[in-house]
């Protein structure tokens, strides 16, 4: 390094020499106060110049020039600053000047054994307003004269520009420090950004692309260079661009945009939805760019679309769905579909959260239901025909099959359930099975009647010895089966009928039943009273009358008294209508009794009770209930009571709205 000399005491060489060491940019901080120092040695006259940092109470030597009369001194010698000339020197706020250190209180001994330096003048550096170290210029012999002002004010100017050249030498270091970092971040960002699915964008003002990222071509097909500069509008479909152009308006107005799904053009000519989200990029008070992240929802708006479908599917479906979670104490329901509210008549506010035995009751069978709480405790599936009621206390059959359903680690995580109502079909076994036992047991029982009589007629002696007229009882034994046959007939055709609800006028039907009955039994006396507004009616079938007829000529038949009073009355009940039929007769006979009691036929008991069969079937397809039982005190009559209760219709109401579905069976 070729250095520029300066005559002792030419002050105006010496700071142009100064000047020009720190003007050039491209000198490092040392280089550029070595020159410094040199111009200052020759300026001053001394044989050392050095520049020093301190930091924890020990003084660095950092830079050195030397003029051939004082060495000793090597960049890099550290010592205790107390033991340095700079200890006092940092602590005054001008330069210490030193003319002859053996005779100055400002030199401790310590210093000048150590560096053996007489004529000393220094002053600190200052860096971002800290104490960085000194700038000194020293020589080994003593100073004739004191250091004038001018040298003071040199030294202090060469100090400032070692600090300013310091201070800058840091920030350049820091901003180049800072830039590494950002370039280093941004390679990084650029890598994750590369390597994710998605596309990250940058769009300036005029709707141009400034960045994309490689994800374009996951998302759209597209080369990122191919798609820079151009307008992201190039890529939206007509249909998706006045929303894109929205948002991307609202984004420059400061607002973010969050899950806004576009339909976008791919390069092979299909098309894309994606979803959108994206935030302003500001500077100052000015929104200069959009950024933001493209994904490629397609796939999972397929799936959501499929999902829609199978949900609307079981929504809208004629089966009742329920699902229940296994993993919650007792497996209360977390959803139930629009035919499970139809046919329970519970809203999903209602039955949400509750257990399925909420649609237990009386008429349930226990065993039943153990069958159903084993299975789900196994976690297996099962299938039950079960009675359930209706939230407005109806009984039906329910069809139960449930299901359970593993999640992806294979745990038991729900049950499903399927729920239909199968009463009309449980009636019609049970009727089938009622049949069948009536006619087994009658055709056994009157058969073997016949038999025994026929055998008798085939042996003339028996027959003329016999006090039985055996040919009258075979006419009963035949005329008898034929009554069953004949109520077998018709409770069978009734039952194949499809049910047709309407609107049955309470008087007219009343009316109706008794002249009915009145032709048949002359003698008796059969009474109508009607307390129902006449504005309301019955919604039920036609054959409803039939019902009514059979209770009535069943109470008059069974009565050895010609002359029996049969009372038909009508109550309002609310949402209901009753039909009461009462006697005063002998009673409802105990084997008939029993039918109802027990609601079905058992293998013991025989067809006597099948009238009752029919008026049940007949008031439960409608959704009534029927009951009968013996008049007791509080009752207007002394016989037999038969109770018909049957949905009441309103004369604002239509059928379709009043009619109740299926009830089971007695119940």
């Known amino acids: 390094m070729s250095l520029q000399h300066v005559p002792p005491g030419d002050d105006r060489s010496a700071r142009q020499a100064v000047y020009e060491a720190f003007a050039d940019r491209s000198r490092s901080v040392e280089e550029a106060t070595a020159r410094a120092l040199a111009a200052g040695i020759d300026r001053l006259d ?42 006092r020197t940092i602590e005054l706020d001008s330069p210490l000047c030193v003319q002859d250190a053996v005779s100055s209180p400002d030199v401790s001994e310590a210093a000048y054994d150590a560096f053996g330096l007489d004529t000393y003048i220094g002053t600190k550096v200052t860096v971002d307003d800290e104490v960085y170290g000194t700038l000194c210029f020293a020589d080994s012999e003593p100073r004739s004269e004191p250091f004038p002002e001018s040298d003071q004010l040199f030294v202090e100017l060469v100090a400032r520009l070692v600090g300013q050249a310091i ?41 141009q692309l400034t960045y994309v990222s490689t994800g374009v ?35 420059f107005d400061g607002e973010p945009v969050r899950d806004l799904a576009l339909t976008a053009r791919r390069a092979d000519g299909g098309e894309a939805v994606i979803e959108i989200n994206a935030t302003p990029i500001v500077e100052g008070d000015e929104v200069v760019a959009v950024q933001g992240v493209a994904r490629d929802i397609t796939g999972r708006r397929e799936r959501e679309a499929e999902l829609r479908l199978k949900t609307r599917a079981i929504d809208d479906a004629t089966v009742g769905v329920t699902i229940a979670d296994a993993t919650q104490p007792d497996n209360p329901l977390v959803y139930m579909n629009r035919a499970v509210e139809e046919l329970t008549g519970y809203s999903p506010d209602e039955m949400l959260g509750q257990n399925c035995r909420l649609l237990q009751g009386p008429a349930t069978d226990e065993g039943t239901v153990e069958t159903l709480r084993e299975s789900i405790d196994d976690g297996e599936p099962v299938s039950v025909d079960l009675v359930n009621y209706r939230r407005d206390g109806a009984p039906f059959w329910n069809n139960l099959r449930v299901v359970p359903v593993e999640d992806d680690e294979g745990e038991l995580s729900h049950f499903v359930g399927f729920q239909e109502d199968a009463t009309d079909r449980v009636r019609t076994e049970r009727l089938i099975e009622l049949l069948n036992r009536v006619l087994r047991h009658n055709l056994r029982n009157e058969l073997n009647v016949l038999l025994g009589y026929g055998e008798l007629l085939t042996d003339p002696e028996s027959a003329a010895r016999s006090d039985v007229d055996a040919g009258r009882v075979i006419r009963e034994t035949v005329e008898k089966l034929s009554s069953v046959s004949e109520q077998v007939r018709e409770l069978e055709a009734i039952a194949r009928q499809d049910r047709h609800p309407t609107r049955l006028d309470v008087r007219e039907l009343l009316d109706g039943v008794a002249d009915e ?15 129902v507004p006449p504005e ?90 029927f009951q009968i039982r013996a008049a007791d005190a509080a009752d207007d009559a002394s016989g037999t009571v038969a109770t018909i209760r049957l949905p009441a219709i309103d004369p604002d109401q239509s059928v379709d709205d009043a009619v109740r579905p299926h009830t089971t069976l007695f119940q």
């Not at 009955?517 to 307390?531: K, L, P, Q, R, Y």
């Not at 054959?543 to 009565?559: G, K, P, S, V």
Request: hydrophobic share 35%.
């Open 46 to 87: 001394v044989g050392l110049g050095f520049l020093t940092e301190i930091s924890e109470g020990r003084q660095t030597i950092e830079v050195v020039q030397t003029a051939g009369r004082a060495g000793g001194i090597e960049a890099g010698d550290t010592c205790p600053l107390d033991q340095a000339y700079c200890r």
């Open 167 to 207: 201070e800058r030498g840091r920030y350049e270091r820091e901003l180049r420090e800072r830039n590494e970092r950002f370039r280093a971040e941004k390679r990084r960002i650029e890598r994750i950004a590369d390597t994710t699915y998605d596309l990250l964008f940058e769009i300036d003002p005029d709707t």
């Open 217 to 251: 071509g996951n998302v759209l097909g597209h080369g990122a260079e191919e798609a820079m500069g151009n307008s992201f509008a190039e890529y939206i479909t007509s249909s998706s661009l006045p929303d894109a152009l929205d948002a991307f308006e609202r984004v």
């Open 517 to 531: 009955v009145g032709t048949n039994h002359s003698d008796a006396t059969v009474e109508v009273e009607i307390d």
């Open 536 to 625: 309301r009616g019955i919604c039920a079938g036609v054959e409803l009358r039939r019902a009514i007829e059979e209770l009535a000529d069943n109470a008059l038949t069974h009565d050895s008294d010609d002359e029996t009073t049969v009372r038909l009355t009508a109550r309002d009940a609310g949402d209901s209508i009753d039909i009461v039929v009462a006697d005063d007769g002998p009673g409802i006979p105990p084997v008939e009794a029993s039918t109802i009691e027990a609601g079905r036929e058992t293998a013991v008991e025989h067809g006597d009770g099948l009238g009752l069969w029919l008026v049940n079937w007949i008031v439960t397809r409608y959704g009534g209930s």
